[in-house]
């Protein structure tokens, strides 16, 4: 039986992966900060067999990973991290710009780095990180200066694992940036109008699709893979003169 963590999985595309990865007889564990959502999603689902709440802004973040893994009976296949916030910000409260610096680096950082290591040490058995990071990681966007800035740190954090797993010698870990475009879910409400909107349990589908084919990099779907592909060739003079909102 396989075993996944979902960091994240109350709403938005935790919870539909989580969806995809139980009908498929996966026993999962989730987290969140909103512990009576956890509940009532574990009371709905018979694989999900084990709950804790964690906010990975907190120090003791960690902690909390360890007790819900050992929850899972010590052992996991697959980290999967939809833990993240974000703002349309064109004013610069500096607030919500600290707030998702805080959430999409600093706790992304303190998370990855020691389910890394926890996959690390069980040499003879593989293990997946996943990671829900944006197609807002390949483009500086103005509207959201710290959203966009944090998705770009994730995207080399991951590039840099690769690396380093080449530099250690580890073999068993398998690492997933997964690059949504825009998908309906509440995260989109912080305003401004959002085209090529996607069906958030379609992106849930592709993800774990992306994830059996061991796919490093999952940009979902096609039509913002040949977004991305074109908006890289614009030129940074003309791309800064361009009004565009987040992704």
Known sequence: MKKAIIIGATSGIGQEVMNVLTSKGWE????????????NLQD???????????????PNATLLLHSLIEKMGGDINLYFHSSGIGFQNPMLDSDKEISTVETNTV?????????FNYFAERKQKEGHIAVISSIAGTKGLGAAPAYSASKRFINHYM???????????????HLHDIRPGFVRTALLSSGGSYPMQLDP????ELIVKGIERNHSIITVDWKYRILVFFWRLIPRWI???MKIASV
């Open 107 to 115: 706790g992304f950082t303190r998370m990855i780095d020691d389910v």
């Open 239 to 241: 791309w800064r003169r």
């Open 28 to 39: 999962v564990g989730i987290a969140g900060r909103r512990s009576e959502l956890l509940k």
């Open 44 to 58: 709905s689902n018979k694989n999900i067999i084990a709950t804790e709440c964690i906010d990975i802004t907190s």
């Open 159 to 173: 590039e840099c694992l690769e690396q380093l797993c080449t530099i250690r010698g580890i073999k068993n870990i």
């Open 201 to 204: 349990h379609y992106v849930a």
